[in-house]
């Protein structure tokens, strides 16, 4: 059964690896630290470091590319929220017009499905924001590339749910502590189960059940699956 959607008060209990409660502030409630702990955070910077090292060649030429054709800034940052309801910056490259907010609202007025496909799933399938440069970068998930700057500095995980903006948190319903009691993921279970297929709904459900089931080897698999999926660019988010 999927989660429903709610509003009032959540419940939480979160593992932190083979069936160990997380721990948390006496009282409060919200946990000291993000699941996982030190071993996650270990594996984060290990995976982050060697990935930027890696990805440093492309991120120059992309960076270039969106200077040179689309003018403007290279990035764009999000506000999101992450671990314990704190706000951060998601780092992009920028895939949208520089009037993308203009372009989406006006699109969505002049078009009921659209903003219907808006409201249930928060995306649409054909984006008037998004430039040509832009749909390849989305494909081939380069535009995320810079999250690993996010992941060094400890806003965000290797693998975790996928950042979300605080209007959507309300949509968690009771899943929203487990979303807060992990830091989000510059991959996760939903992307490597289904991607852009994947409903809203269904999208909670694996966020949640990553975070109930979260184990260091669940990490390192989910690892593995996101590189066979980045390569399905017809899957790309």
């Known amino acids: 059964m999927l989660p429903a959607r709610a509003t009032g008060p959540v419940e939480m209990q979160a593992a932190d690896g083979a069936g160990a409660q997380a721990q948390v502030l006496p009282g409060s409630g919200a946990p000291v630290r993000p699941i996982g702990g030190w071993s996650k955070r270990a594996l984060d910077?290990?995976?982050a470091s060697c990935a930027l090292l890696a990805a440093a060649p492309i991120m120059l030429v992309v960076a270039l590319i969106i200077r040179c054709t689309a003018g403007g800034p290279v990035?764009?940052?999000?506000r999101r929220i992450g671990f314990d309801g704190r706000p951060f910056y998601c780092h992009k490259f920028r895939t949208m017009a520089r009037d993308a907010d203009r372009?989406?609202?006006?699109?969505l007025e002049r078009n009921p499905e659209a903003a219907r496909e808006w409201e249930e799933n928060r995306k649409l399938?054909?984006?008037?924001?998004?430039?040509l440069l832009g749909t390849m970068l989305r494909k081939s998930?380069?535009?995320?590339?810079?999250?690993?700057?996010?992941?060094?500095?400890?806003?965000?995980?290797?693998?975790?749910?996928?950042?979300?903006?605080a209007d959507e948190l309300e949509l968690y319903g009771a899943c929203a502590r487990d979303y807060l009691s992990v830091r989000p993921g510059l991959t996760g279970l939903w992307q490597v189960?289904?991607?852009s297929r994947t409903d809203y709904d269904s999208r909670?459900?694996?966020?949640?059940?990553y975070v109930r089931n979260w184990s260091i080897s669940s990490d390192l698999i989910i690892l593995a699956r996101?590189?066979?999926?980045?390569?399905?660019?017809d899957d790309a988010a």
Do not use: K
């Not at 399938?125 to 430039?131: E, F, G, K, Q």
């Open 141 to 165: 998930s380069i535009d995320e590339l810079p999250q690993l700057l996010n992941i060094l500095r400890g806003d965000m995980s290797c693998v975790g749910p996928r950042p979300i903006v």
């Open 204 to 209: 909670v459900f694996l966020d949640s059940h």
């Open 103 to 107: 372009a989406l609202q006006d699109y």
């Open 193 to 195: 189960t289904g991607r």
């Open 125 to 131: 399938a054909h984006d008037p924001r998004i430039t």
């Open 226 to 233: 996101t590189v066979i999926a980045v390569m399905r660019f």
């Open 75 to 78: 990035f764009y940052s999000h």
């Open 45 to 47: 910077l290990v995976v």
